[in-house]
């Protein structure tokens, strides 16, 4: 009989629904029945595409006697991180501070009052490697609630103590300068892994937000450094097997230093993120492997994660059957010399094996490898290759194929709404700009209410009941004033500024600038998230930071100026001691010292030639943070157009910064010249 998660719309949650367990959804009902019974809480978090979630429900959840004992002895509270990322980040703040680390599927349990007293991740259903059983700690702990209560009490508490005394401190609030951001290059360098690009060991995680700050940092000071960094972290990326060379789009991280071996779930904010990353890359340097990368990961996106709503899907899982009925990782995307060969022939398969590096001993498990480009393109027949890659992805899509999310999240979908306008833009793909054009009407049919307030997720339509938090907020904003700039349409900086007038009001701490993850008037947890350094996404800190910077230099607002600035006085005291943990900060502090530029493209009209020809210039031009608006003299869709005469009739370029302006030009090289760094 399904339990009370059936009437959820998480895919995570509802891949629970058929549990033993007697699950609750977070609910203030659930606590409620935790004091009734007076039995500790149970609370499992986790998220659709994790692994390690799912075998961990395999092995316990679905086990009729430890899901009786859990019954028995605690109220369960199943959590999707991906719906409720504000309770996710409380507990593991407090998982990571007691253990020292974290991750899915984490495990908490704690008094009735919400209050931790115990924490895992994974347990296994028998002990080993030095664990204990899942059901060993189930007894564990109920035996210390029935016997020592008052002792599990004084923990609880000393937890939330601590936890309330981990307030952000950041010193003054004052924005990064030179020092900061040249230090934090210096750092970066430090921990640059040369022979394989990328920072650090292993598992190597894309670092597409440094990327961002790299390509910014070389525009505005020609460092040479900044740019061979990001040039060669995007190649070694696009040729090993975090990428997917049939398909397109990445994995959520390598196990190994050299990108060989994916984490094989791929995830839309990923890939929005590179997406970008790679359509910058191309811009700053002509790379045909960025362009390249830019347009299949985005053709990814919306061939594979675009959901019938027109938003976009959360993930694609890791996992798949293998063809025998078993789930296994990776399933979908490894290829033996055997496979290669029923699908090629003789000939052909040779070809492809030393193309993408598929070898008799495999890289992967069970002799199967993951495709790869460990040699240089140019030593094949291009065509040839082509169709080979057609046949072995027609080939693939005959295989049982991951499953999907289908969880729209709005920060991720104004990450996605970016990426495709940009690249859209950049490579003349009209479609791509549809398609960001689409997700972005259904945040606002759908995500947004009548007071411009945001709900964090929707699926099949339906919007979900959880409030937006920061990052929702501040990516949907930075997904709209990109779509502004790309389409020359006014309402997606007024959807923007409504958005941003919430992150003032709900997000702000008026004394110090700070920001909070969640608003002012949601639910109080323990304690109230707030966490600047970027993860797998920008913080919500660092890009409310970003778009509100953005929109000051759209409109002219000193608030909006003002707010930005305060904020990156985090990214001062963190970016030259951490700089891999606060990426987008340093990407916004590089458009600060820019400026950043306000260009504004008139002419008679958007399809004239001679104005699509200035407006592609300015959307092209590398000054960090650059913003763009382009419609005719008359128009009033943006403040940047009002008073901008035609010069001779013709279509017309005006750059400023800092209340500045260059005199307006008609040619796009000169303009060209203007925005180059």
Known sequence: MPNRLAHETSPYLLQHADNPVDWWPWSAEAFEEARRRGVPVLLSVGYSSCHWCHVLATESFEDEAVAAYMNDHFVNIKVDREERPDVDAVYMEAVQAATGQGGWPMTVFMTPEAEPFYFGTYFPPAPRHGMPSFRQVLEGVRSAWAERRDEVAEVAGK????????????????????????????????EYDPRRGGFGGAPKFPPSMVIEFLLRHHARTGAEGALQMAVDTCERMARGGIYDQLGGGFARYSVDRDWVVPHFEKMLYDNALLCRVYAHLWRATGSELARRVAV?????????????????????????????????????????????????GEEDAELAAQHFGVTGEGTFEQGASVLQLPQDEGVFDAGRIAGIRDRLLGARSARPAPGRDDKVVAAWNGLAVAALAETGAYFDRPDLVEAALGAADLLVRLHLDDHARLARTSKDGHMGANAGVLEDYADVAEGFLALA??????????????????????????????????????????????????????????????????????????????????????????????????????????????????????????????????HRTALLGQAPGAVVAVGTPESDEFPLLADRPL???????????????????????????ALSG
């Open 296 to 344: 299949e990961t985005a053709d990814f996106m919306v061939r594979e994660l675009r959901t019938a709503e027109g938003g976009f899907a959360s993930a694609l899982d890791a996992d798949s059957d293998d063809g025998s009925g078993k789930h296994v990782e990776g399933a979908y995307y490894v290829w033996t010399p055997q496979q290669l060969r029923e699908v090629l």
């Open 647 to 673: 010069l001779h009739g013709e279509p017309t370029a005006y750059v400023c910064r800092n209340f500045t302006c260059d005199a307006p030009t008609t040619e796009p090289e000169r303009l060209r010249t």
């Open 485 to 614: 700039s790309v389409t020359g349409e006014g309402v997606w900086l007024e959807f923007a500024g409504l958005l941003l007038d919430h992150v003032l009001d709900r997000f702000a701490d008026p004394e110090s600038g700070a920001l909070y993850d969640t608003a002012a008037d949601a639910e109080q947890l323990i304690r109230r998230p707030q966490d600047p350094t970027d993860n797998a996404t920008p913080s919500g800190w660092t890009a409310a930071a970003g778009a509100l910077l953005g929109y000051a230099a759209h409109t002219g607002s000193e608030p909006h100026r003002t707010a930005a600035e305060r904020a990156l006085g985090v990214v001062k005291a963190l970016g030259p001691r951490v700089p891999r943990f606060i990426g987008w900060g340093l990407a916004v502090a590089e458009a600060l010292l820019d400026g950043p530029r306000e260009v504004a493209v008139v002419g008679p009209g958007l399809d004239d030639e001679g104005t699509k020809s200035l």
């Open 159 to 190: 937890i939330v103590r601590d936890l309330a005394g981990r307030e952000i401190g950041y010193g003054d609030s004052s924005a990064p300068g030179e020092e900061e951001l040249a230090g934090a290059l210096l750092g970066l360098t430090r």
